[in-house]
């Protein structure tokens, strides 16, 4: 039982290009989540979804697009990567009601130069 | 809305010494607080919660939580700190509503010294 894995762990890009970050998880969780850490900020929400198919916005998704083809998978997408994206991405899952824990993976650490 | 303060972004103690975490909270509804901790390159792991009943939460490793409804508190403490509780944690409110969402403190990082 792997819980949430995230892929790749390390990734440095140039600004403009494009990358996808894969979470997958194995708890049969309807609901995934994808966050942004960054020094003093917290954990942001970027965009979530509540099962598969179902995409939404959280707090700052500007520049990100998700896909959820298979419950399992939740894919956040940087289109044309700016510097200001430069920041540690954490996806979580969770079983989907209030008091739910989230289960974290062990983040990706993404370098825009 | 839902929102959640912690005051002090490092807090450095002594092991053996009592550590004590604050975390204030504002909402509109009754409150549902996590503390996640999370140790040097790794992701967040709850801690504990508060849902209902007892107001005071006891989770891993030694840590316990008193919700505080006339404060609107929910402070994090260990009556005596370890060099392995060296880590960050972050207080956390669960918004109303679907999707069960969280919104997170800006994070405290506790240094552990001998």
């Known amino acids: 039982n792997a819980g949430v894995t995230q892929t790749p762990k390390f990734r440095v890009l140039k600004t403009g290009q494009s990358m996808t970050l894969l979470c997958a998880q194995d708890?049969?969780?309807?609901?995934m989540y994808w966050y942004r850490q960054d020094p003093g900020m917290g954990l942001r929400l970027i965009h979530y979804s509540v099962g598969e198919g179902t995409t939404a916005k959280g707090e700052v998704p500007d520049g990100y697009n998700v896909s959820r083809l298979k419950k399992q998978n939740f894919l956040l997408g940087l289109e044309s990567a700016a510097p200001s994206q430069t920041s540690v991405y954490f996806c979580?899952?969770?079983?989907?009601?209030?008091?739910?824990?989230?289960?974290f993976g062990p983040g990706t650490r993404l370098t825009v130069l | 809305a839902q929102s959640v303060t912690q005051l002090g972004s490092h807090l450095s103690v002594s092991e053996g010494a009592l550590v004590l975490l604050r975390c204030n909270y504002s909402s509109s509804v009754p409150p549902y607080l996590f503390w996640y901790v999370q140790y040097p390159n790794q992701g967040l792991q709850l801690l504990l919660k508060?849902?209902?009943?007892?107001?005071l939460v006891k989770g891993i490793n030694g840590f316990e939580a008193e919700f505080k409804k006339s404060e609107t508190s929910f402070h994090l403490t260990k009556p005596s700190a370890h060099m392995s509780d060296a880590a960050e944690y972050f207080c956390?409110?669960?918004?109303?509503?679907?999707?069960?969402?969280?919104?997170f403190g800006t994070g405290t990082r506790l240094q552990v010294t001998l």
């Open positions: 508060y849902t209902t009943g007892a107001t």
């Open positions: 979580a899952s969770s079983s989907g009601t209030r008091i739910s824990e989230q289960f």
């Open positions: 708890m049969n969780h309807e609901y």
């Open positions: 956390a409110v669960s918004h109303t509503g679907t999707a069960s969402k969280l919104t």
